[in-house]
């Protein structure tokens, strides 16, 4: 089975701890791993489990959530993103993925032009650190509470406005599978592609948040997509991650594997 590229968000098995994905990772051959900052526990001991496993980090999750009722809660949000690029830097994570936030008592425009100053701001920071921060949109469903960016053209637009070397977009095929502009935005996005994440929507959606699923389970045309960032520039690593509870409380039972053909099977050509 070919699973080259593929890189296992640590999410999408949720109950297991880094070193267990680290384990089965290195036991299946999966090259990459994606980490969440709230799983990592103490940063320095993560990243020897993966630098000694020889595991290479695809991303670190997440930077953003910038918009807040304050300046001061807004100042907070900063410090807290240069903190996750050091945390990438010290992990060996190439990128930190911006999930923007919700408007936060903000109006919507008022809470993207902070999303632009603020990764304005960071962006020095992230280039020192050797750390690329790149602006996931999210479905429109989730622009009430979890992004004010919810298509590739507003990332691309925001990434094109600030103009800086560290900062790019994410194509996440569950947030923007449905958008009719989304291919002619992947063209545009070209080498400001940072990272590519996999995974399913079925139909009926299960749910909102945990409702993802298995890649061939759904409608999206995965493999489209790729060749299609492919064809833009990006050849990094393509991340599984998906929000599934019967995933989480399916874990010890060969999920991994079945995650593994899947992506050989509806992902790969």
Sequence with gaps: MIIERMSFNQVTLDPWTLERCVRECERLGIPYIAAWRHKLGNCRESAKI???????????????????PTKVQRREKIEDNRRAIDEAAELGSPLVVIVTGPANEQTLDDARLLVVDALQ??????????????????????????????????????????????????????????????????????????????????????????????????VIELRRLREEVERAGYQGPIEVEIFNEELWNNADNCMLELICERYHQHVLP
């Design 121 to 218: 701001e960071l962006a020095p920071h992230a280039a020192n650190a050797g750390v690329a921060l790149g602006i996931e949109p999210l479905h429109p469903m989730f622009a009430a509470d979890r992004s004010v960016v919810v298509t590739l053209k507003q990332a691309n637009d925001m990434a094109e406005k600030i103009a800086h070397a560290a900062v790019g977009v994410v194509v996440d095929a569950f947030h923007v599978w449905w958008d009719p502009e989304v291919h002619a935005e992947i063209a545009r996005a070209g080498k400001n592609i940072l990272g590519f994440h996999v995974s399913d929507w079925a139909v009926p959606l299960p749910g909102i948040l945990m409702g993802r699923s298995l890649m061939g389970d759904g």
């Design 50 to 68: 993966i630098r000694e496993s020889g595991l290479r980090l695809s991303s670190l999750c997440r930077g953003g959530w910038f918009s807040a």
